[in-house]
């Protein structure tokens, strides 16, 4: 079975800075994607980023850029110029690829940023 | 356009009672999950339809929990009779498989469920 494991359970971060957080996962497919969802505390999942496997150019959407590391199974988050409405929970997710059909993603355990003004 | 919808969006019950959470999902969108956020993890998978059909409940406490959805649309998922560690966030999310399998998953805001 696959597993996302999120280490820090909080990180802060000055207004403006830069800050990155970690995911690694563990699977034996070779074909997959992977993601960073934010939960602000109305509860709703929001898709921040997503990466495919299969592609080895790292992922970027506006100030959101990932580090995926397929060898090392290792997959982070980096947020340029911090903005208070970053403040949220942080979920790292795994799905695998499958051409058939819809899959399930299987979720870290969250961490939680805050951003200082 | 509408996002996924849910109600109640609380619902605090005393153990042994019976408690239904709703979710609308997006229009056109044919696979609908049913995920379950304990406090300070993240969501885990309860149910996932295609269309009308189950595919995957493999993770579901079939004793007490059950789910529906009607006409591969709104869903409805049950607790009964609830306990004190169903308490947790339930979040509906929906999709549209297009080809190619990259979906894309929208979340409701969940019903937070509390059970005394």
């Known amino acids: 079975a696959q597993t996302v494991t999120q280490s820090q359970p909080e990180m802060s971060v000055q207004e403006a800075e830069t800050v990155t957080l970690s995911c690694t996962y563990d699977?034996?497919?070779?074909?997959?994607?992977l993601f960073w969802y934010k939960q602000p505390p109305s509860r709703q999942m929001i898709l921040v980023i997503r990466?495919?496997?299969?592609?080895?150019q790292n992922a970027t959407e506006n100030r959101f850029s990932v580090n995926f590391q397929k060898a090392a199974k290792s997959f982070s988050l980096k947020i340029s110029d911090s903005q208070l409405g970053d403040a949220a929970m942080y979920f790292c997710?795994?799905?695998?690829?499958?051409?058939?059909?819809?899959?399930?993603?299987?979720f870290g355990k969250g961490m939680k940023l805050t951003v200082n003004p | 356009e509408a996002g996924v919808v849910q109600s109640p969006r609380y619902k605090i019950i005393e153990k042994k009672q019976p408690v239904a959470f709703w979710c609308n999902p997006i229009?056109?969108?044919?696979?609908l999950y049913w995920y379950r956020q304990n406090l300070g993890q993240g969501p885990e998978l309860l149910i996932r339809?295609?269309?009308?059909?189950?595919?995957?409940d493999s993770q579901l406490p079939k004793d007490r929990f059950s789910a529906e959805r009607l006409k591969g649309v709104d869903s409805t998922l049950k607790i009964q009779p609830a306990e004190l560690g169903d308490s947790a966030v339930y979040l509906c999310?929906?999709?549209?498989?297009?080809?190619?399998?990259?979906?894309?998953?929208?979340f409701g805001s969940g019903t937070q469920l509390s059970v005394l």
């Open positions: 999310a929906s999709s549209q498989i297009p080809t190619g399998g990259n979906e894309k998953l929208f």
């Open positions: 699977t034996s497919e070779s074909d997959y994607y």
């Open positions: 990466q495919e496997a299969y592609k080895q």
């Open positions: 997710a795994y799905r695998n690829s499958f051409q058939g059909g819809s899959e399930k993603l299987v």
């Open positions: 229009s056109g969108h044919n696979t």
């Open positions: 339809y295609e269309n009308e059909e189950a595919v995957d």
